[in-house]
């Protein structure tokens, strides 16, 4: 469980996606309140959680995150059955959702849940509105982080000397 630690607003890092700046260009950021069940709540506050591939899409005028896995905990009841990758409403402000939906459906970004978090004991996520990045994109942000280190040795190696 990787769990980091905000003073400043209380947040506590339950999950992160970390293929999302590999895989994307972050443009902008949003913080929402999920609807979640009971069981739900308590997968994600011992962080029995993916959120690799998750994404989040419109349903009738509302906001789902959707191919989230919560694992359920083991627990006595063995008669009932958990959905684990069930669509999970997000909850916005309704200009957060008209400029989620321009933003997705009119200028081609993507949504894409960014990390999940306990804000004052209350389930939230960031949603990142993203663009893709190509397979070149990808391999001159590594050309870059290697000339960056590579910098960064031979300022040290001159310093020292």
């Given at each position: 469980m990787n769990i980091k630690y905000n003073s400043s607003n209380l947040n506590i890092t339950v999950a992160f996606n970390k293929k999302v700046k590999h895989?994307?260009?972050i443009e902008d950021t949003l913080e929402a309140g999920l609807v979640l069940l009971g069981w739900e709540v308590k997968a994600f506050k011992s962080g029995n959680i993916n959120?690799?591939?998750s994404y989040v899409s419109f349903y009738l005028g509302?906001?789902?995150?959707?191919?989230?896995q919560f694992s359920s905990l083991y627990?006595?009841?063995?008669?009932i059955s958990y959905d684990s990758n069930r669509k999970r409403k997000i909850l916005l402000k309704k200009y957060e959702i008209i400029f989620l939906y321009n933003k997705i459906y009119k200028n081609n970004y993507?949504?894409?849940?960014?990390?999940?978090?306990?804000?004052?004991?209350?389930?939230?996520?960031?949603?990142a509105i993203v663009k893709g990045k190509t397979q070149y994109d990808k391999r001159e942000?590594?050309?870059k982080n290697k000339w960056k280190l590579e910098k960064n040795r031979i300022m040290k190696s001159k310093s020292l000397s």
């Open positions: 895989r994307y260009f959120i690799i591939d509302e906001v789902y995150l959707i191919d989230s627990t006595n009841n063995i008669h993507t949504a894409v849940a960014l990390e999940f978090f306990l804000k004052n004991n209350w389930c939230k996520t960031k949603i942000i590594e050309r």
